[in-house]
């Protein structure tokens, strides 16, 4: 519903299967702003990963701040350099986070380029989006959320300060879905009948239908099926000393004489 709102896709839907990054992050960050912090976005933003433990800590600890609905979600604010997906603003926070979902990075700097480009001018989306959120923060800390599936996130996030650099003011975090659709199999377990279960489980059943979530094992898989304990007796006197493959459409040649295997 966000991404129709703010004109990401058009009133026919002509441009959905261009958009579908959009309204992911729409449906999903627009269904959980219905709901108090502590209630949902919270257990969602604690999913996210910094490199260095101090910056882990303070993220946790802002995050332990903040409640109710003192936060305006911005989905796409324009600027020059681009539209970061959703700025979250706090009074003493903000954090910008970047959604993937079928595509990586939309714009990088020149690969043959041997030194990293500094960020007020690079090219690279990660780096731009960080200078926004420099200009925009003010006094606030301030955090840039890359959120993709592991095989995205993973490749962008080992080129760090390798192919590009983010703002000194911004920190860098990362998550996956498959961590997000984990983390809400429990919130919604726990979650208070009414509202808050049925916006988390809507959320979950979503990333789901998208595919993103974790293979669970083959346990539900052979739940139907019964385990038979009863030995199996193996009698060797009906064992062929050897047994033979042929394919006769192909003994046109020596090489093509049936291949003999034996069990011995």
């Keep these: 519903m966000i991404s129709e709102i703010k004109g990401k896709i058009s009133r026919s839907g002509s441009n959905l299967t261009d958009r579908l990054e959009d309204k992911l992050t729409g449906d999903f960050f ?24 101090k910056d882990q800590n303070e993220w946790l600890t802002l995050l332990d701040l903040q409640s109710g609905y003192k936060l305006d979600y911005k989905f796409w604010p324009k600027h020059p350099k681009g539209e970061i997906d959703l700025i979250l603003e706090f009074d003493d926070l903000l954090v910008g986070i970047e959604v993937k979902y079928k595509s990586g990075i ?13 960020y007020k001018n ?39 300060n390798v ?29 208070q009948p009414g509202a808050q279960r049925l916006v988390l489980r809507d959320a979950k059943e979503l990333l789901e239908v998208k595919g993103l979530k974790r293979f669970s094992g083959f346990a539900n898989f052979t739940a139907s099926y019964e385990i038979q304990h009863t030995p199996y007796i193996y009698e060797t006197d009906k064992v062929l000393p050897s047994s033979a493959w042929s394919w006769p459409e192909m003994q046109s040649s020596e090489e093509d004489q049936p291949y003999v295997y034996s069990t011995y």
């Excluded at 192919?163 to 997000?180: C, H, N, Q, R």
Aim: charged share 25%; aromatic share 10%.
């Design 30 to 53: 627009g269904a959980l702003r219905y709901l108090p912090f502590e209630q949902g976005l919270k257990g969602i933003l604690q999913q996210v990963k910094f490199a260095e433990e």
């Design 106 to 118: 939309s714009s990088e700097d020149d690969v043959e380029v041997e030194k990293v480009i500094d």
């Design 122 to 160: 690079s090219l690279h989306q990660l780096s731009k989006y960080s200078h926004i959120l420099e200009e925009r923060a003010g006094n606030r800390k301030c955090y840039l959320i890359f959120l993709a599936p592991f095989a995205i996130q993973h490749q962008v996030q080992q080129k760090l």
């Design 163 to 191: 192919t590009y650099e983010i703002s000194p003011a911004v920190k860098m975090g990362y998550t996956i879905w498959e961590d997000l659709h984990t983390a809400l199999i429990w919130m919604t377990k726990t979650a």
